[in-house]
């Protein structure tokens, strides 16, 4: 037998090149092999967050940069150039890059994309570092997003090279400021406050009628205590801002939904792939947030604004009153306005621009006479002047300051739940105090039961006395459905009290059995009556005592302010006001009911729409290039003095959101600015009559401590 062949008859093999390596050595090599390469696959992706020092604890800009498509055809590069002098121009800004800096190229979308593009993706590549070196140079740009689909990513998906880490190293960025789609910034402040950002191109869901809706989704599937201060992101070419407060947090938050530069401008050429699928115009680039650090004694701030002007009016304003505070003149300064340039503006209701409603609007007159305990009993209410409700309400308010509207409403007057402390509290500190303060006084202040209740009449009373407070002030009270209950058409038994023979009151607790007179006669008990609140008009009651004008549902508000001078040559801002929201509010949405509102029940559209019957509260900016007012009308979604939501029926009661919400409105030309919380609302109005009463004063540059040159 030869010696190769082994005892089973088989060939034997002695040696083989290379050796075979045992399963256990592969599994081995394998998972060192993936783990060393899942470390190089996590070094290409964006970091999951990235903390950034701040070079003070003074205010922060950051201002969204997104969709700017560079070398599209549609792409109006000139808007770009003022998003990145805008950026340089402010010491205290920062740029946030959200995606899509180039137009990219795609061979399936040949007709919108490739033939509708200048320069191949390298050389868009190359103009778009070029054009960003600078401000990367002087350290103005906070962080870049990435690995997201989109035009950036086509190169991505088309070559496998990371174009975000490719453009990074043109300009010379840092590459650790390169976040995932969905990553975080945490800004750190040298006193100790980080303020954190969540950044996408495109986050989770979307909605037809609210740019922000993937970013509140993100929010609520994360606990409070994990949330970022503010969410941003781009993709859609569609503006939002939103700051919302929701039930049973702590804090608010807010969302930015960016614009785009691409598309945009009527002068250049609209973006074929939205035409395509039915769009026109896309909304334009501005959005960014001002961040106020927490400093001794002051809890952080944050101020999200829609456009380039609303940003640089609001971080002047607080750089101001940043500067006043540091000085310790906050308070000199405001005297002195108040005192040199005015103290309370003029507020005068226009007649002849105004209009009454039709009788579907009117209440009921009271009836003349009641039944009472058998008889007929005038009713004293019967010949009470009756109130119309107003479609229309006009003021021209003359003033040289800010005004700031606060839009009040849910403190449910009467129920076991009712605000009346927080209300008052309230409208003296921010309302009274300040005769720069106007307030419009929304749905449910009485409580949808008050009229049913013994003590209607108090409760009435109650809210007379808090409106009366400030009446001059006062721009409307709202007839809402808790007014126009039936229950106030009818008596109600408020107690009892008893009569003697002569028609006396008397206290029946004097009396006791076998009771008798002098002559040693038994006395005759006393009567028991009956005592009741007559009907009457709620609303007719509350105008009358206050001689404050009634509103409906959706009734037009609208208002000059400015200086002495004729109303047209001052600027109009205009509101819808709402009751309930048509069954179309919703649960986790703030401002989507008020949105609807705006879309369908408005025809010419008004500056802002606010009211609501939800528990959550909040503002959103929105873009609309067909409003002739503004481009970015305001939607505010009021909050609960009550201290428990009545609208979500009884198996639902939760705590309502905090109030104070309410708009700025600035003098002579056309600035509206939104405010969510009483603490922001106050903060803001002090900023903005700041800067204006110094202005006026003539003392910019002295209180700032700047040499004129």
């Known amino acids: ?68 498509h560079i070398a599209s055809l549609a792409t109006d590069h000139q808007k770009v150039k003022d998003l990145f002098s805008f950026v340089m121009n402010n010491k205290n800004a920062m740029l946030v890059l959200l995606g899509d800096e180039i137009e990219g190229l795609k061979e399936k979308y040949m007709q919108t994309n490739t033939a509708r593009t200048v320069l191949d993706a390298h050389k868009q590549m190359d103009i778009m570092a070029e054009m960003l070196r600078p401000l990367v140079e002087a350290d103005k740009i906070a962080a870049m997003v990435s690995g997201y689909w989109g035009h950036n990513g086509w190169i991505e998906d088309s070559s496998t090279i990371n174009p975000w880490i490719l453009l990074a190293d043109k300009m010379g960025f840092d590459q650790r400021r390169i976040i995932k789609n969905g990553g975080r910034i945490n800004f750190r402040f040298p006193n100790g406050y980080t303020h ?20 509140r989704n993100a929010v609520f599937a994360t606990s409070e205590s994990s949330r970022s201060n503010g969410y941003m992101s781009a993709h859609l070419h569609r503006m939002g801002v939103a700051k919302e407060l929701f039930s049973g947090a702590k804090t608010s938050v807010y969302f930015i939904a960016s614009g785009t530069a691409k598309g945009s401008s009527p002068e250049k050429p609209a973006d074929r792939f939205g035409i ?73 209701l226009i007649d002849k621009r105004s209009k009454i409603s039709g009788e579907e609007h009117t209440e009921d007159t009271p009836v003349d006479v009641v039944k ?59 309302v009274v105090g300040n005769p720069h303060s106007l307030v419009v006084f929304l749905r ?69 059995e076998g009771d008798v007179d002098e002559e040693g006669k038994p006395m ?114 009021p909050g609960w003095f009550a201290k428990y939501v009545d609208t979500l029926g009884k198996g639902n009661v939760m705590p309502g959101s905090a109030p104070g919400q309410a708009i700025i409105f600035m003098p002579g030309t056309y600035f509206a600015y939104p405010t969510v919380d009483a603490d922001e609302t106050g903060y803001m109005q002090k900023a903005f009559t700041l800067m204006t009463g110094v202005e006026l004063l003539g003392l910019t540059d002295q209180v700032m401590g700047r040499r004129r040159k």
């Open 524 to 637: 005759n008990k006393p009567k028991k009556i009956n005592l009741y609140s007559m009907p009457l008009a709620p609303g007719s009651y509350l105008s009358n005592a206050t001689e404050t004008p009634l509103i409906h549902h959706l009734s037009l508000i609208e208002f000059t302010v400015g200086p002495n001078g004729s109303i047209n040559e001052k600027p109009k801002y205009t509101g819808r006001l709402a009751d309930k929201l048509m069954k179309h509010a919703s649960y986790s949405r703030p401002e989507f009911g008020l949105k609807r509102m705006y879309d369908l029940y408005t025809q010419e559209k008004p500056g802002f729409v606010a009211g609501g019957h939800m528990q959550h509260a909040g503002s959103m900016m929105f873009y609309d290039g067909s409003n002739a007012e503004t481009k970015t009308p305001i939607l505010i979604a």
């Open 372 to 430: 009472v305990e058998g008889g007929w009993v005038t009713n004293p209410y019967s010949k009470m002047k009756m109130k119309p409700t107003y479609d229309t309400l006009t003021y021209d308010v003359k003033s040289k300051l800010p005004v700031t509207l606060h839009l009040l409403g849910n403190t449910r007057l009467g129920s076991s739940s009712e605000g009346y402390e927080e209300l008052k509290k309230y409208h003296e500190e921010l």
């Open 444 to 512: 449910n202040m009485i409580d949808t039961e008050a009229g049913s209740s013994p003590q209607r009449m108090e409760i009435l009373n109650r809210f007379r006395d808090v409106i009366n407070g400030a009446k001059d002030q006062t721009l409307a009270i709202m007839m809402c459905e808790s007014m126009r209950n039936s229950s106030w058409r009818f008596k109600v038994k408020t107690g009892e009290e008893f009569r003697d023979a002569n028609g006396n009151v008397v206290d029946i607790e004097d009396f006791g």
């Open 196 to 215: 954190s950002e969540t950044i996408w191109h495109n986050p989770a869901g979307k909605s037809k009628f609210d740019s922000v809706y993937g970013l």
């Open 276 to 348: 395509k699928l039915g769009a026109t115009w896309t909304d334009p680039l501005g959005q960014g947030v001002i961040v106020e650090p927490r400093k001794p004694g002051r809890k952080e701030k944050s101020y999200p604004f829609a456009s380039f002007e609303q940003g640089q009016k609001a971080n002047n304003a607080l750089r101001l009153l940043d500067w006043v505070e540091s000085k310790g003149m906050t308070a000199e300064l405001l005297e002195k306005i108040r005192a040199e340039v005015e103290s309370k503006p003029k507020i005068t």
């Open 1 to 68: 037998m030869s010696t190769i062949e082994n005892r089973s008859g088989r060939w034997g093999v002695s040696g083989a090149v290379p050796e075979l390596i045992t399963q256990a050595e592969i599994n081995k090599l394998f998972l060192d092999i993936v783990e060393k390469s899942q470390k190089i696959e996590r070094n290409y992706m964006g970091r999951d967050e990235v903390d950034l020092n701040t070079r003070t604890s003074g205010s922060m800009m950051l201002v969204c940069g997104s969709d700017l």
